[in-house]
RNA sequence: GCCGAGAUAGCUCAGUCGGUAGAGCAACUGAUUCGUAAUCAGUAGGUCGCAGGUUCGAUUCCUGUUCUCGGCACCA
């Protein structure tokens, strides 16, 4: 039988046997076959030594695609595996799978890893690496798969083979040298040589078989892997970088918040933190006021009562905080929207008075479970910029497309400019029956195409009353965030009996909107601290300008200086220490002030001031008006 | 919530094989008036997370608990 591979250009060749893709690599050149990580057949990605029996299409991945990354990755799982069951044997392997910026894989083993064992199972992988273990392909029926895990003590692969796949079907063991194996889909590279040494063990952790937490808990071991020694090395300098602007250690230096144990997963913003919580809220009030919102307030306690009918109760009790007073039982407002229907339902709405955007700067309190706190990032107690937009189901669209437009300029004020879009459709619990909720998805899907936004899928994470439209914006070090929302719900103005009556002056259910740009304050003011590793742009710093004179004599004037620049607006304050100017300049870098205005004998007598920018060792010296002129506009905030 | 690790001065950390703790920085006081990233000297600061237990004696060993960190699960 006569093999026909097609190459890329379109050349043809023909082979009397089934060919390798190693074989075909060689043919071209050795220096090819070196580089070969896997081989694209018709599409799907094979190992290189899989014979290719049949007609083909063909193409070679080098070790320098993304896809052979992967690969690589993958491979890093299963060196992994096999290290730690040569190191403890009787710990039982489940799955390691390849993720964003390396591997992990999970194990059950009665004893916990330590960090020390890390080191001993990383010592060992390299070895395997050394050894160069030929990895082999091989089909095996389903029986006969179960029949050799279970004899092996292989619970969990076994159970999985047994429930997850059908008798008939046919599973891919690969074997590593001749005593280790695994069933796996594969590709795998030829061998363990070709995984490299680009890869390091990271942390251990918990994890859920299959993910449930009803299930075994596993121990997971995580590694970075990439495909060169360089990739590496950049990688762990990012995660440098993101420690040293970790926002829980910048935001008590830079005297921004604090939080203790008397109040757990909530916030002490002090004087500086609070001021970039207003700059932020003042901005966004401004945007909403420009937008067509009007800004309400809504009560911290709702009567249960109220919490029955939109089924928060049912679905969230246990996450919610609850007070009781007088016999009636209270819970703190996790969300605002049933706040804002009420307010919504005060006096009968006309079709003219839609769309009715309110808004809400709406403090909320859910009892997250205290593993999920972190920061200011998943807190207890937060503020939503949050509004709702009652509206026909026509105007869904102008109002998605006009939310759009506000966020994405709302994000590029804050100075992030790489925005992506996740659509999430019906989650398995739900309410509201199937016909509304093709109606709410198929509304927001042409909505967000009139945005012209592009989109990727998230199935099934949506709300429980509507499909969401989620913004992920990607910060300075590659790091995504979700922030912003929009979601479509036909379940609460049905729930709680909102209406408005439509021009033929019957009475129609108005579509709500629910809608967030930053998400949280919290959670964005955190990632502000994050982006900029605490060095604001001057809009936002809490403390714009620090006048430093250089000799007590100058302290009179320096009072001066600070007092102009105030009256125009900026946030200044004086310096008056009997330190040395470099003291002063040294200590107010460190805590990222923007600008530091030196004053001394001759700007004294002068009227003038030397400017000096915060991550700049120069000076500007200028006539204190023209100063605070310059100052003034660049601090001014977006509009 | 689950698995694992941790908690010593305001911060970063050392230390005590059981005999109530130490450094640097910060703070405070004094001297220094010095032109762009740390002037010098001195002082003060800790029921060693909290509660029990063992012990003549616990910050140290044991138990419980709270919080934090790393994962997982959760995230209206």
């Known amino acids: 039988m006569s093999i026909e591979i097609t190459f890329p250009d379109g050349n043809k060749k023909s082979f009397d046997a089934p060919p390798t893709g190693l074989e075909i690599a060689q043919g071209i050149s050795p220096g090819l076959a070196k580089k070969a990580a896997v081989v694209r057949v018709n599409g799907e990605l094979w190992d290189l030594s899989r014979p290719i029996d049949r007609d083909a299409r063909f193409e070679i991945v080098t070790r320098d695609k993304p896809e052979a990354l992967e690969v690589i990755r993958h491979d890093a799982a299963h060196v992994l595996a096999q290290a730690v069951q040569e190191l403890y044997p009787g710990t039982q392997i489940t799955f390691g799978p390849a993720t964003d910026t390396g591997f992990y894989y999970d194990f059950a083993r009665a004893e916990p890893f330590t960090e020390a064992d890390l080191e001993k199972i990383e010592a060992r992988m390299r070895e395997i690496v050394k050894r160069d273990l030929p990895i082999r392909r091989e089909v095996w029926p389903h029986d006969q798969a179960v029949a050799f895990f279970e004899k092996a003590g292989e619970k969990f692969k076994a159970e999985w083979i047994r429930e997850g796949l059908k008798p008939g079907e046919e599973l891919t063991i690969y074997k590593q040298g001749d005593?280790?194996?695994?069933?796996?889909?594969?590709?795998?590279?030829?061998?363990?040589?070709?995984?490299?040494?680009?890869?390091?063990?990271?942390?251990?952790?918990?994890?859920?078989?299959?993910?449930?937490a009803n299930n075994a808990q596993l121990q997971r071991i995580y590694g970075i892997a990439f495909a060169t020694e360089q990739e590496l090395k950049d990688y762990l300098r990012m995660l440098e970088e993101a420690e040293k602007r970790d926002h829980r250690k910048l935001g008590p230096q830079l005297d921004l918040f604090h939080q203790q144990e008397e109040a757990v997963g909530s916030v002490f913003w002090h004087a500086k933190g609070y001021t970039l919580w207003r700059t932020v809220e003042n901005y966004i009030r401004r945007r909403l006021d420009a937008t067509g919102y009007v800004e309400v307030k809504t009560p911290q306690l709702i009567d249960r009562v109220l919490w029955e009918k939109t089924g928060h109760w049912e679905n969230y009790r246990q996450n919610m905080f609850i007070a009781e007073s007088e016999d009636r039982v209270l819970a703190v407002k996790p969300m605002n929207c049933p706040g804002h229907v009420l307010i919504y339902k005060q006096g009968i709405k006309s079709y003219r008075d839609l769309p009715l955007r309110i808004a809400e700067f709406g403090s909320c309190h859910r009892n997250e479970p205290s593993g999920a706190l972190h920061g200011l990032m998943r807190v207890r107690a937060f503020t939503q910029d949050d509004a709702h937009i009652f509206c026909t189901p026509e105007q869904i669209n102008s109002e998605t497309v006009a939310f759009c437009d506000l966020l994405m300029s709302v994000y590029k004020d804050f100075g992030f400019e790489d925005v992506r879009v996740k659509f999430s459709d019906r989650?398995?619990?739900?309410?509201?029956?199937?016909?509304?909720?093709?109606?709410?998805?198929?509304?927001?899907?042409?909505?967000?195409?009139?945005?012209?936004?592009?989109?990727?899928?998230?199935?099934?994470?949506?709300?429980?009353?509507?499909?969401?439209?989620?913004?992920?914006?990607?910060?300075?070090i590659g790091r995504d965030w979700q922030c912003g929302t929009l979601q479509v719900d036909f379940v609460l103005p049905e729930r709680l009996e909102a209406e408005y009556v439509a021009e033929d002056n019957s009475r129609q259910r108005p579509v709500m909107l629910h809608r967030a740009v930053l998400g949280s304050l919290e959670r964005f003011l955190g990632i502000l601290i994050e982006q900029h590793a605490g060095a604001f742009p001057l809009w936002l710093s809490p403390l714009q300008a620090m006048v430093a004179p250089i000799v007590s004599d100058a302290d009179g004037y320096a009072g001066e200086v600070a007092e102009a620049l105030k009256a125009a607006g900026l946030r200044a304050d004086t310096d008056l220490r009997n330190e040395k100017i470099n003291y002063k300049?040294?200590?107010?870098?460190?805590?990222?002030?923007?600008?530091?205005?030196?004053?001394?004998?001759?700007?004294?007598?002068?009227?003038?001031?030397?400017?000096?920018r915060l991550g700049s060792e120069q000076q500007q010296t200028l006539p204190l008006a023209e100063a605070v002129k310059v100052l003034a506009a660049e601090a001014a905030p977006p509009r």
């Not at 994470?461 to 910060?475: N, Q």
């Not at 300049?585 to 923007?594: A, F, N």
């Open 427 to 476: 989650p398995p619990q739900r309410a509201g029956s199937d016909e509304v909720w093709d109606k709410a998805e198929g509304a927001l899907k042409s909505a967000i195409e009139a945005a012209g936004l592009p989109y990727t899928m998230n199935p099934g994470e949506g709300a429980f009353y509507g499909p969401k439209l989620e913004f992920v914006l990607r910060d300075a």
């Open 585 to 612: 300049i040294r200590e107010h870098s460190v805590h990222k002030v923007p600008v530091i205005a030196v004053v001394g004998r001759k700007e004294a007598e002068e009227k003038t001031v030397t400017l000096r």
């Open 179 to 212: 005593h280790w194996l695994d069933m796996c889909l594969g590709p795998h590279l030829p061998s363990t040589g070709k995984l490299g040494t680009a890869f390091k063990l990271t942390k251990v952790g918990g994890a859920y078989w299959r993910g449930d």
